[in-house]
């Protein structure tokens, strides 16, 4: 009876044990999910994307959120295409449209994205301390008014899905209605880089550390 009581728990506790088995092996396991594909194994569509993409971005290999968008050839074609204009041609400063870039990967807690364009948004005059509120969540206590401007801009689309009249006026009159555009294509570009690279848990270049740390949910 009491070997039958044994077996039994046994065989109860067993699948326990492989959860949290499958616990301990998940960070190892589960990062990562859309990895460089090996050269040997790219279809001819995902090989002429890559070289496309190298001869256009003048870069030596696809990376970050162009690994996994590569298992779309034709989508990661086109979402460079816009990423060229989104990226070095918007009517913004580079200043203010890494700053739309800062915000949109706070919004999305995506490190790769934060990680490749905090040191870019520095260097091109974005004032440090402007750059440590955003990652806290928290709005700047010292901009100019453009940067004012554009904070409170992308911060109330995110958060409210759209723009009030007052918000929507001051945007204008800075960046006319073309700037709104582009700011706008600026957000959603890179917010469609972040949920790649959210999804396929994208990891961070050797040496970098996460810079921002996820929002209560």
């Known amino acids: ?36 594909i090996p050269e040997d194994q790219l279809t001819a569509e995902q090989q002429a994307a890559v070289e496309e993409f190298k001869r256009v971005r003048q870069r030596p290999n ?54 490749a364009h905090a040191p870019i948004a520095e260097q091109a005059g974005l004032a440090p301390e402007i750059i440590a509120a955003i990652a806290d969540g928290r709005r700047p206590a010292a901009m100019a008014d453009d940067e004012a401007v554009l904070y409170d801009f992308c911060t109330e689309l995110f958060r409210t899905q759209g723009v009030s009249d007052p918000t929507y006026a001051r945007m204008v009159s ?19 880089l972040a949920m790649v690279m959210n999804t396929a848990r994208t990891p961070l270049r050797e040496g970098q550390t996460p810079g921002l740390k996820p929002f209560p949910r």
């Open 1 to 36: 009876m009491a070997d039958r009581d044994n077996h039994r728990a046994l065989r109860a506790a067993l699948p326990v044990g492989l959860v949290l088995l499958l616990m301990h092996a998940m960070p190892a396991t589960a990062q990562d999910r859309m990895p460089p």
């Open 62 to 115: 696809v990376s970050g959120p162009f690994v996994p968008l590569l298992r779309s050839p034709e989508m990661l074609s086109r979402a460079r295409n816009v990423g060229d204009h989104a990226r070095f041609n918007t009517v913004l400063p580079t200043r203010l449209s890494e700053m739309v870039i800062l915000i949109t990967a706070r919004h999305w807690t995506q490190n790769y994205e934060w990680a």
């Open 174 to 192: 800075e960046f006319n209605e073309i700037g709104v555009i582009d700011t706008i294509g600026i957000m959603g570009y890179y917010s469609m």
